[in-house]
């Protein structure tokens, strides 16, 4: 059986815009190396191991200071890899967990300590069967303790059923990639017009991530910019950015270089760049405390 092929770009193109300092890349994923942080058994994907030390070389490159690390599914319920990252960079990344909803509250205080400041519950199919969102929203109660917050990632046709839900998070809730609307299909589109109103409440937060997922068009993928720069726009202060780097689950490689670009269309002034890559995450994660 052959290895699997890397996700992310052999060699990333240098922005030719520059970056605010203390930026941050709010959304990546470590894998591995395998043979010292072994994959879940039950892990939906096997990737190639993308190692901090790939991840901090990139962020040297792009310009990038502060981080947060979620944990994959391909690692299970074991945050050991994305801990070790953490304890690389000494208070200067973050992490939010993949942790079962019966979590004890011992281990919810020693990731803490950590650097943790999360849990990510996934709602799509491709990354199989997880906790039920009834599940998530009571684990939010104990969350609250520790000034963590709920990260959800859901299929765009689930946001009307998870709603009602969501609002009845005891933490603030952040939404990934946009909500993996359908670029295709339009700001108009209901399941948009759904998120926007979820914005509305101020615990909302939505990571205006995944260009390159929600495009059906190839690269700079101008087909998401609309939705990304709307989401600035109306909730200025309440947006997060992230390359999502190594990319799993992709057809094609997105240029890490050409991502960073696109913020030059997603936030178009400098005060906007400013809010989405340096003071929003810096409040919402606690960085320089």
Same mark, same amino acid.
């Given at each position: 059986?052959n290895?699997?092929?890397?996700?992310?770009?052999?060699s990333?193109?240098?922005?030719k815009l520059?970056?605010?300092?203390?930026?941050?890349?709010a959304h990546?994923?470590?894998?591995?190396?395998?043979?010292?942080?072994?994959?879940?058994?039950d892990?939906?994907?096997?990737?190639? /191991?993308?190692?901090?030390?790939? =991840?901090?070389?990139?962020?040297?490159m792009l310009?990038?200071?502060?981080?947060?690390?979620?944990q994959?599914?391909?690692?299970?319920?074991d945050?050991?890899?994305?801990?070790?990252?953490l304890?690389?960079k000494n208070?200067?990344?973050?992490?939010?967990?993949?942790l079962?909803a019966?979590?004890?509250d011992?281990?919810?205080g020693?990731?803490d300590?950590?650097?943790f400041?999360g849990?990510r519950?996934?709602?799509?199919?491709h990354?199989?069967k997880?906790?039920?969102i009834?599940?998530?929203?009571?684990?939010?109660?104990?969350l609250?303790k520790?000034?963590?917050?709920?990260q959800v990632?859901?299929?765009?046709?689930?946001?009307d059923? =998870?709603?009602p839900?969501?609002?009845?998070?005891a933490?603030?809730?952040?939404?990934?990639?946009?909500?993996?609307v359908?670029?295709s299909?339009?700001?108009?589109?209901?399941?948009?017009?759904?998120?926007?109103?979820?914005?509305?409440?101020?615990?909302f937060w939505?990571k205006?991530?995944?260009?390159?997922r929600?495009?059906?068009?190839?690269?700079?993928?101008?087909d998401?910019?609309?939705?990304?720069?709307?989401?600035?726009a109306?909730?200025?202060?309440?947006?997060?950015?992230?390359?999502d780097?190594?990319?799993?689950? =992709?057809?094609?490689?997105? /240029?890490?270089?050409?991502?960073?670009?696109?913020?030059?269309?997603?936030?178009?002034?400098?005060?906007?760049r400013?809010? =989405?890559?340096?003071d929003?995450?810096?409040?919402?994660?606690?960085f320089?405390?």
């Amino acid at each position: 059986m052959n290895d699997p092929v890397p996700s992310f770009h052999p060699s990333p193109s240098r922005p030719k815009l520059g970056l605010p300092a203390g930026a941050c890349d709010a959304h990546v994923h470590v894998f591995g190396p395998q043979r010292v942080f072994p994959f879940a058994a039950d892990r939906p994907f096997t990737p190639a /191991d993308a190692p901090k030390e790939k =991840l901090f070389a990139l962020h040297a490159m792009l310009g990038i200071e502060h981080c947060v690390i979620v944990q994959s599914t391909c690692h299970g319920f074991d945050n050991s890899v994305v801990a070790d990252a953490l304890a690389a960079k000494n208070g200067d990344y973050r992490g939010v967990a993949l942790l079962p909803a019966t979590i004890d509250d011992a281990e919810l205080g020693r990731l803490d300590a950590l650097g943790f400041r999360g849990v990510r519950f996934n709602f799509m199919k491709h990354l199989g069967k997880r906790a039920g969102i009834e599940e998530a929203i009571a684990l939010s109660k104990r969350l609250a303790k520790l000034g963590w917050h709920l990260q959800v990632h859901f299929e765009a046709a689930l946001i009307d059923e =998870l709603a009602p839900w969501l609002k009845r998070s005891a933490v603030p809730v952040v939404i990934d990639h946009m909500g993996r609307v359908d670029a295709s299909l339009g700001p108009d589109q209901p399941a948009f017009r759904q998120l926007l109103s979820l914005m509305h409440d101020g615990r909302f937060w939505v990571k205006v991530s995944g260009s390159e997922r929600i495009s059906r068009k190839p690269p700079p993928w101008e087909d998401a910019i609309p939705f990304a720069r709307k989401l600035v726009a109306e909730f200025p202060e309440r947006t997060l950015w992230g390359s999502d780097w190594p990319h799993p689950n =992709l057809a094609a490689v997105p /240029d890490d270089g050409m991502l960073v670009d696109l913020l030059a269309e997603i936030a178009p002034s400098e005060r906007q760049r400013r809010a =989405l890559l340096v003071d929003n995450p810096r409040r919402f994660y606690g960085f320089g405390r």
